[in-house]
Nanobody, 120 residues
Framework: QVQLVESGGGLVQAGGSLRLSCAASGSIFSINAMDWYRQAPGKERELVAGVTSGGRRSYADSVKGRFTISRDNAKNTVYLQMNNLKPEDTAVYYC??????????????WGQGTQVTVSS
């Protein structure tokens, strides 16, 4: 069984920073892409940033230049460094990873979410 556990959310003033972490645990054979999504009240879940197993990174236009995604493959962990936060960044942030538990078993897993609130 595989679990993704996020941490690092909280309340911060506009212009501040937070660092989110998401650690994968369990019977893991390999991890492909690891992504961060967010969902604000009344809105659909959106992709914020992603990083491939090879380290290629991608970002939503709304966070480019402010957020940085990284991963530590030895720890099966993905991070999201969020700087210059804005009130519109307020949302529940979820990590997502494509994880193989064997050569033939590959699926996407989601974390439980962590709340980020940015006050103006």
């Amino acid at each position: 069984q595989v679990q993704l556990v996020e941490s690092g959310g909280g309340l911060v003033q506009a212009g501040g920073s937070l660092r989110l972490s998401c650690a994968a645990s369990g019977s893991i054979f390999s991890i492909n892409a690891m992504d961060w999504y967010r969902q604000a009240p009344g809105k659909e879940r959106e992709l914020v940033a992603g990083v491939t197993s090879g380290g290629r990174r991608s970002y939503a236009d709304s966070v480019k230049g402010r957020f940085t995604i990284s991963r530590d493959n030895a720890k099966n962990t993905v991070y999201l460094q969020m700087n210059n936060l804005k009130p519109e960044d307020t949302a529940v942030y979820y990590c997502n990873a494509e994880i193989a538990t064997s050569l033939l078993n590959l699926r996407v897993y989601w974390g439980q979410g962590t709340q980020v609130t940015v006050s103006s």
